[in-house]
């Protein structure tokens, strides 16, 4: 049972250059969330989704994008990526309303340069 | 807005003594509430968590939480601390609303000292 699983693990960017983060789990949860970690800031919401075809904003949405066309998997874009978007960044999921318990993946360090 | 704050950025003790870290919550209700640790280079693994009932919370690797509304505190605790608990914590807290996701306090760095 693998969990959460992020691809890739580390990356370098080019500023301008676009990029996917892969997340997927295999878990059969509903809720699926992207967060950002940078030092001193903790974990701060990018986006999320609450079931297959569906997204929405969190708390630092400006310049990623995501799409969960399958239910397993929740990807990350960079259009158009800025140093402002070096960070780690963590995938989590969790079954539903009930349970808040979180899996997390164990993330991906980008950075941009 | 619902918010949690960890006061202390990074704390040092000694292999074999005991451990507090605090957490205060800004909620307006009975919170939900959790405890992470995040061990360097990993992701967040879950401790604890507390929904209702007893205040006393029991979690993995010999952690306990108490919930304490009157001074809206959600401390964790280790009555005597490894070497392998050197990481990052994090409690969190859901904001409320239907999108189920948690917000995170900044963390506190352990460190243990031989």
């Known amino acids: 049972n693998a969990g959460v699983t992020q691809t890739p693990k580390f990356r370098v960017l080019k500023t301008g250059q676009s990029m996917t983060l892969l997340c997927a789990q295999d878990?059969?949860?509903?809720?699926m969330y992207w967060y950002r970690q940078d030092p001193g800031m903790g974990l701060r919401l990018i986006h999320y989704?609450?079931?297959?075809?569906?997204?929405a904003k969190g708390e630092v949405p400006d310049g990623y994008n995501v799409s969960r066309l399958k239910k397993q998997n929740f990807l990350l874009g960079l259009e158009s990526a800025a140093p402002s978007q070096t960070s780690v960044y963590f995938c989590a999921s969790r079954w539903g309303q009930a349970n808040y318990g979180y899996t997390f993946g164990s993330g991906t360090r980008l950075t941009v340069v | 807005a619902q918010s949690v704050t960890q006061p202390d950025i990074h704390i040092t003790v000694s292999e074999g003594a005991s451990l507090e870290l605090r957490c205060n919550y800004s909620y307006g209700a009975t919170p939900y509430l959790f405890w992470y640790v995040q061990s360097p280079g990993q992701g967040l693994q879950l401790l604890l968590k507390y929904f209702s009932g007893d205040t006393l919370v029991q979690g993995i690797k010999g952690f306990e939480a108490e919930f304490k509304r009157s001074q809206s505190s959600f401390n964790l605790r280790k009555p005597s601390v490894h070497w392998s608990d050197a990481a990052e914590y994090f409690c969190?807290?859901?904001?409320?609303?239907?999108?189920?996701?948690?917000?995170f306090g900044k963390g506190t760095k352990l460190s243990v000292k031989p």
């Open positions: 989704s609450v079931g297959e075809g569906t997204t």
């Open positions: 969190a807290v859901p904001p409320g609303g239907s999108q189920g996701n948690l917000i």
């Open positions: 878990m059969n949860h509903e809720y």
